[in-house]
């Protein structure tokens, strides 16, 4: 491999792994601080490429597409949260893993019935259409490091969200005892619905800014979903550096490995998640 | 066992073995079906319901037999059910040990997580290596052959011989399981399942026992996943894939966890309602989305049936009890 390639996948990797990053953020703070697994995440992830899909056809570009997707994600966050997974803060991981199975389920029909079963495609804006040219014969497609400066954006926008505004004070003190939250005055289920909507949103958005490169199809959350459990897995559970920085391991490691050893590309990030539990059974950051 | 659930037992049993002479060749079939499945979700049942361990990779077995399956049986020809179940059973006993060391280390919501990945990885395995098939998987042309000095002993292509076949592996493992339980080996488990801390200060290697239902319970996965291979005449990614691991989760819960009958019953209830629910001659159109009503089924399970359908009868107190 020479350099240029070498750069162009070590870019993709880290591309991959910081969208990767969007979606396991939102898990594991879910889960950091409500205590919910959340199988169905991946379904958000699937609902933001389809409004990305649907809204970018509606009103002609992506750009104007986000920012609507980003609200229907978001009042979809609070009406779950309100439904469903209010009644499972208490309960034991196996409901919470029974209830959001159903709701896969749930998401994949209405999917099939609202979109069909077809494979879409979604254009890229225009104004990031272009590609850096890096040889005579390679070139570099600039919106996907727009979509990495973007997610970069978003991580060092969580950092700030976390450790310096008042919601964020809220956020950590409710993961880290809720009683004792609620009895400071913090406002717990509405802290709760908050964070569960960010995720809901987070990995919607991953969604919609993927769309273009991966295309859209059906059951395109399974897979992300179980890779993202990889990532909070490696990353230790409900710490989102430990997230960012085992999102793009994994994100190296499956760009590296499908170039490398295409037979074997599905099972590497599996491989490097078992070295990692035999190292730390819980996570490079377990809190 | 009280003497009244064995009279009962004893009286299914019977029910069952009684079916073939007057059910349709279909029914038969789907009975077969539901009894796999139901071996299939008592061996979750041992870990989610005995031991606390909550699998969501358990299709990884039950996939990983009927892949041995099909790798050792000749192009269009029968293996011998001699050497390929015990093969296949052995296959799943290693890969529970290789999976068990790594992901027993963790509990709670990782080991639910990392049970999902491993499952996944062998997905891979066979999905994307020269050892599966690939997406279209592997066909069997003839179901093994159980030979004793050159006679076929049973006729298993005879859908009523599978039937009963089957039947008894059911009635089997059911036994063997519930002596297992109720011997100290099960006690072991259900202290370590209330409290491993404590079974540990009391002079019980918790890991070691862990470990071994983790074995015993992937290879009776293994079990189901080869009588399911034998059935369906053809092995696919989709086996091993986590609507399978899902699906027999939700069987688990849905019959009531803990209780070997319950899970059995819960299989039962939930291939029948999958039958239902995708019935064209019925839904007409709207069986194509049967998943959706599935779907809302297991959520409502989920909110408001926490005991699973077991528990709606006298079994509370029994329960109660296994629960501490």
Not at chain 1, 109 to 133: F, K
Not at chain 2, 183 to 203: P, Q, T, V, Y
Request: charged content about 10%; aromatic content about 12%; proline content about 3%.
């Amino acid at each position: 491999m020479d350099f240029y390639s070498f750069l162009i996948q070590l870019l993709n990797g880290v591309q991959y792994g910081l969208l990767l990053f969007l979606v396991a953020s939102g898990l594991t703070l879910v889960f950091g601080i409500m205590g919910i697994i959340n199988l169905a995440h991946g379904s958000f992830y699937m609902v933001g490429a389809y409004l990305a899909f649907s809204l970018a056809g509606l009103t002609g570009n992506l750009f104007t597409a986000l920012p609507l997707g980003i609200g229907v994600s978001v009042l979809l966050g609070f009406a779950l949260e309100w439904l469903f997974y209010r009644h499972l803060y208490a309960r034991d991981h196996l409901y919470q893993v029974l209830m959001t199975y159903g709701l896969i389920l749930v998401f994949e029909e209405l999917r099939s019935i609202i979109w069909g079963d077809d494979v879409h495609g979604v254009a890229v804006p225009d104004l990031l259409s272009a590609s850096l040219p890096l040889t005579d014969n390679l070139s570099y497609p600039v919106y996907r490091l727009a979509m990495s400066g973007v997610c970069l954006l978003i991580a060092g926008g969580l950092y700030g969200l976390i450790k310096k505004t008042r919601l964020g004070m809220m956020i950590r003190a409710g993961s880290s005892n809720r009683e004792m939250a609620e009895a400071l005055g913090v406002n717990i289920k509405r802290v709760y619905t908050v964070v569960f909507a960010l995720g809901v949103a987070l990995a919607a958005f991953a969604g919609m800014i993927a769309a273009p490169v991966s295309s859209v199809y059906p059951n395109m959350g399974a897979q992300v979903l179980i890779i993202c459990f990889v990532v909070v897995v490696i990353g230790g559970i409900g710490s989102v550096w430990g997230a960012l920085l085992a999102a793009i391991l994994i994100g190296l490691t499956d760009t590296f490995g499908k170039v490398l050893l295409p037979d074997y590309a599905g099972m590497s990030t599996y491989i490097l998640m078992a070295l990692v539990l035999l190292w730390r059974p819980e996570g490079l950051f377990k809190r | 066992m009280k003497s009244k659930t064995s009279v009962l037992l004893l009286i299914v049993l019977l029910l069952f073995a009684l079916f073939p002479f007057v059910g349709e060749k279909f029914y038969v079939q789907l009975v077969a079906k539901v009894m796999i499945m139901a071996i299939f979700a008592m061996s979750l049942d041992l870990l989610v319901g005995y031991s606390g361990l909550v699998s969501l990779g358990h299709a990884a077995f039950f996939g990983l037999a009927g892949y041995v399956l099909a790798r050792l049986a000749p192009q269009y020809e029968a293996a011998s059910l001699w050497t390929s179940l015990p093969l296949a059973l052995a296959a799943c006993a290693a890969f529970a040990l290789l999976t068990g060391l790594l992901v027993l280390r963790t509990s709670g919501v990782y080991f639910i997580m990392v049970t999902l990945a491993f499952a996944q990885m062998l997905f891979f395995v066979f999905h994307d290596t020269p050892l599966g098939g690939g997406s279209d998987g592997i066909y069997l042309y003839a179901k093994p052959e159980l030979m004793l000095g050159g006679t076929s002993l049973l006729n298993l292509e005879d859908h009523r011989v599978f039937y009963w076949f089957v039947l008894g592996l059911v009635a089997a493992v059911y036994l063997l399981l519930q002596r297992l339980l109720d011997a100290n080996f099960g006690r072991a488990l259900i202290g370590i399942k209330s409290n491993e801390h404590r079974m540990r200060a009391l002079g019980y290697d918790t890991f070691r026992y862990k470990l071994g239902i983790y074995m015993l319970s992937g290879m009776l996965a293994g079990l189901a996943g080869y009588l399911a291979a034998m059935q369906y005449g053809f092995v696919n990614p989709d086996i091993l894939g986590w609507h399978t691991s899902g699906s027999v989760l939700v069987m688990v819960i849905l019959g009531g966890m803990g209780t070997l009958h319950g899970a059995a019953l819960g299989a039962f209830v939930f291939i029948l309602l999958q039958e239902v629910l995708s019935n064209q001659a019925w839904f007409g159109p709207v069986a194509k989305h049967w998943q959706l009503a599935m779907g809302l089924f297991i959520i409502a399970v989920a909110l408001f049936l926490p005991r699973g359908l077991a528990g709606l009868s006298g079994q509370r107190k029994l329960r109660e009890e296994t629960h501490g």
